[in-house]
């Protein structure tokens, strides 16, 4: 599989895209919080045949700008927005996973013009824990870092294709193996789901939507049972055996599931 590499600048904010630049309808990929573009290789593999696929670094990922100065909700949100237009990808299907599914979906709410069809991975409109920042900055300061390899980050990081899929965006510097991304920014990043819900912007979404759920991911029922109230319209499907990273536990079957719902629309 082959990539075109391209640069989207906004406000002074680099964005590393990679492109199939196919011409089927493009399909734009958003991972979620400390992830990365590289690890939607396996879904964009299944899905390049029939669609032109962009994954995006987003901002402080990645190859991205690694220290942008806001990392709000409306800044990763004008980051979406700003590729769609740049790389001119008319009638997009967004779909994005954790805190990348969040910003697809508002996204969808605030630029309905762009955004065709939207698919939320393990995302909702829910606000988060109260403690979401602390929990992540715990997790975060619990990396062993440097790794030695990437191997042994796999392992830490999970294991079998969760762990690789996590592992592949370290990047490698003369000690070992690292992060590109910084912690703060990471925790910052939170700030606003740690405050309050999106429950209007949710209510606002206009384009068929798609949600997918991990068996034992970390999107509540009652969450969804909401979501389901709000827009009885949505599709949802939950994925047997998966938790929280999905798209790299089973991305045969996250294919499907997307190329089913985006045939039928």
């Known amino acids: 599989m082959t990539w075109a590499e391209h640069t989207v600048i906004r406000d002074g904010v680099r964005l590393s895209c990679r492109d199939t630049d196919g011409t089927g309808r493009p399909v734009v990929l958003l991972h979620g919080l400390a992830g990365h573009a590289g690890e939607w290789d396996a879904l964009t593999a299944r899905l390049s045949p029939r669609h032109r696929v962009v994954a995006v670094d987003q901002r402080g990922h990645g190859a991205s700008e690694r220290r942008p100065g806001d990392v709000s909700r409306a800044a990763y949100v004008a980051d979406t927005a700003t590729v769609l237009e740049t790389l001119d990808l008319r009638g997009a299907v967004l779909v994005g996973q954790s805190l990348g599914g969040h910003t697809a979906m508002l996204t969808a709410a605030t630029h309905p013009e762009r955004v065709d069809a939207l698919v939320l991975i393990e995302a909702g409109a829910a606000a988060a824990s109260p403690n979401v920042q602390a929990e992540v900055s715990g997790w975060l300061d619990s990396w062993p870092c440097p790794f030695p390899s990437r191997e042994a980050a796999a392992v830490f990081l999970g294991g079998g294709p969760v762990g690789a899929g996590w592992a592949a965006g370290l990047e490698q510097r003369t000690d070992g193996w690292w992060p590109r991304f910084d912690r703060d920014l990471m925790v910052d990043s939170l700030a606003e789901n740690a405050r309050r819900a999106f429950w209007a912007e949710w209510a606002r979404v206009a384009c068929p939507t798609l949600v997918v759920l991990g ?31 999905v798209h790299l536990e089973q991305p045969e079957e996250l294919a499907r599931l997307l190329l089913d719902f985006l045939a039928a629309r």
Do not use: K
Not at 218 to 238: F, I, K, N, Q, Y
């Open 215 to 245: 068996q034992h991911g970390t999107v509540p029922p009652a969450e969804l049972g909401e979501m389901l109230r709000l827009r009885p319209d949505t599709m949802a499907s939950s994925m047997r055996g998966t938790g929280h990273d």
